[in-house]
């Protein structure tokens, strides 16, 4: 069966195909040591891959059908799942086609502008999410991260709203927030 039977067009320039038809690009600009692999690879278990890659026909004979130029993080935390024995390269991505002149462009482009939340935009989802009946374990499963650290959170995110407001409005700092 050939590679191309796995994949699906989804319009001119978005796909689905397997993970084992990919493998990092030269042209992805992030190259420091990803951080924190292991808590997206239990989001994207707990939650599915969210986020688009961006590929590019991969220009290598015989191996991988295509490149990630941008999504390193999450194709490696996916290869982390394989690894593991909880997903398999038939896992199906869904994928970005880059067909620009340029993927460094395109790579930098979707790493560049990213913005964390607030920390108190943070702490508010969490208590909605606790709210909603999901217990502290859910949320710590959904996000990778440990218990202690959504305890902390909605301890922090449990003060007075007009305290959040101020945080969100820079007229108070998060340090001065977590001391009262």
Known sequence: ESIMSNTKSLSPHRLVVALGELTISETNVRKASPRFIE????????????????????????????????????????????????????????????????????SLTENFHREDLHPIDEFRSFSTMKENGLSVDDIALWFGITNQAVIQRLDLGAAAPELHDECLECSMSLEQRQIL
């Open 39 to 106: 808590s997206l690879a239990a989001s994207i278990l707990a939650k599915g891959l969210l986020q688009n890659l961006i590929v590019i026909p991969s220009s290598k004979e015989g191996g991988a059908k295509y490149e990630v130029s941008a999504g390193g993080r999450r194709y490696l935390a996916m290869m982390l799942l394989v690894e593991t024995g909880k997903i398999t390269l038939d896992y199906a991505v869904p994928v970005l086609l880059d067909t620009s002149d340029n993927a460094t462009v395109t």
